[in-house]
């Protein structure tokens, strides 16, 4: 295979992968449980991934042990309106839906045109790459589609120390580029970080729950402008703002170093 025709296939494979993800909103196979579901993976989360993997991969925003019991009632509080009762006992889709996660989103990264294969085939996802639960980002998005807006239940582990006691500003900050970069890639498609501006009002304490909620503000053209906030759990303290640019691009941007 060719430099340029390699490129044309993986810029293919992550155009599909992007779109996949953009859809799963409208997948009724990708409704969230009812109940709790356990550490084990439902078969019926990965109906919806394109067929790129090989393998049944881990659905990291499912609930594991490491979850604190605030961690697990917001879940159940956002699980139990993904879906709803409709009539003669059946069910439909609520206002939210569960965003599933995984490490990595191709067989062979992209941006791999510099890259060896070995590298390629580690690349993970920088806030599923550590194994132990709960070291370091616990966290499971849900959207809604028709507020367009998205939230995040993010549980901060020992590993993400900043100042004594408290959560690194980078890290938060890599959960807010997260956390709105998913919900500009559910708005818009395929999207990079242009512009993110963060003001931290209060520090995050360490191994503590906190909503990171994400607004659209609005679109224009290839822009995506978008909002979002950290606070406690009952919202009563405002740990940090933020607003983030997002411009659509064809993923091929990506494969040519950007
Ligand atoms: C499914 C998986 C979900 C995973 C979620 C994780 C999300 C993580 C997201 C990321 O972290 S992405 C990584 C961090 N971001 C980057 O590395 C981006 C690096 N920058 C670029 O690649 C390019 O600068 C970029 C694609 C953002 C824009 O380049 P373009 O050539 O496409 O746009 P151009 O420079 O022509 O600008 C287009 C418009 O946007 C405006 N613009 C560009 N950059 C801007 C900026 N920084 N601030 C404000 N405006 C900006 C620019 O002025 C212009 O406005 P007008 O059309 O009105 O004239």
Same mark, same amino acid.
């Given at each position: 295979?060719?430099?340029?025709?390699?490129? @044309?296939? #993986?810029?293919?494979?992550?155009?599909?992968? +992007?779109?996949?993800?953009?859809?799963?909103?409208?997948?009724?196979?990708?409704?969230?449980?009812?109940? $709790?579901? %356990?550490?084990? @993976?439902?078969?019926?989360?990965?109906?919806?991934?394109?067929?790129?993997?090989?393998?049944? *991969?881990?659905?990291?925003? &499912?609930?594991?042990?490491?979850?604190?019991?605030? #961690? #697990?009632?917001?879940?159940?509080?956002?699980?139990?309106?993904?879906?709803?009762?409709?009539?003669?006992?059946?069910?439909?889709?609520?206002?939210?839906?569960? +965003? *599933?996660?995984?490490?990595?989103?191709?067989?062979?990264?992209?941006?791999?045109?510099?890259?060896?294969?070995?590298?390629? %085939?580690?690349?993970?996802?920088?806030?599923?790459? /550590?194994?132990? *639960?709960?070291?370091?980002?616990?966290?499971?998005?849900?959207?809604?589609?028709?507020?367009?807006?998205? @939230?995040? /239940?993010?549980?901060?582990?020992? &590993?993400?120390?900043?100042?004594?006691?408290?959560? $690194?500003?980078?890290? /938060?900050?890599? #959960?807010?580029?997260?956390?709105?970069?998913? $919900?500009?890639?559910?708005?818009?498609?395929?999207?990079? =970080?242009?512009?993110?501006? /963060?003001?931290?009002?209060? *520090?995050?304490? +360490?191994?503590? =729950?906190? &909503?990171?909620?994400?607004?659209?503000? =609005?679109?224009?053209?290839?822009?995506?402008?978008?909002?979002?906030?950290?606070?406690?759990?009952?919202?009563?303290?405002? $740990?940090?703002?933020? =607003?983030?640019?997002?411009? %659509?691009?064809?993923?091929?941007?990506?494969?040519?170093?950007?």
């Amino acid at each position: 295979m060719t430099h340029e025709s390699h490129r @044309v296939q #993986m810029a293919r494979s992550l155009g599909r992968l +992007l779109k996949g993800f953009q859809s799963l909103t409208s997948l009724p196979a990708m409704r969230a449980q009812r109940s $709790h579901p %356990s550490a084990c @993976v439902p078969c019926r989360t990965t109906v919806a991934l394109p067929s790129l993997f090989s393998f049944k *991969p881990r659905d990291f925003s &499912l609930p594991n042990s490491s979850w604190s019991s605030e #961690m #697990m009632r917001l879940y159940d509080h956002y699980n139990s309106q993904c879906e709803v009762e409709a009539e003669r006992g059946e069910t439909r889709g609520g206002p939210w839906q569960r +965003l *599933p996660s995984y490490n990595r989103s191709l067989k062979y990264a992209t941006g791999g045109v510099y890259l060896s294969k070995i590298i390629q %085939s580690r690349a993970r996802l920088f806030t599923r790459n /550590i194994r132990e *639960p709960g070291a370091a980002f616990e966290y499971v998005l849900f959207v809604n589609k028709e507020e367009q807006r998205c @939230v995040c /239940i993010f549980q901060a582990g020992h &590993l993400l120390e900043g100042p004594p006691g408290h959560v $690194h500003g980078g890290a /938060i900050a890599t #959960m807010i580029d997260n956390v709105t970069g998913t $919900h500009a890639t559910v708005l818009s498609g395929p999207v990079m =970080t242009a512009n993110l501006n /963060i003001n931290y009002r209060s *520090p995050v304490p +360490l191994g503590s =729950t906190v &909503l990171i909620e994400s607004s659209l503000d =609005t679109k224009e053209g290839r822009k995506t402008f978008i909002s979002c906030k950290v606070t406690s759990t009952d919202g009563s303290k405002l $740990h940090t703002e933020a =607003t983030a640019l997002f411009l %659509s691009i064809n993923v091929s941007h990506l494969l040519r170093g950007g």
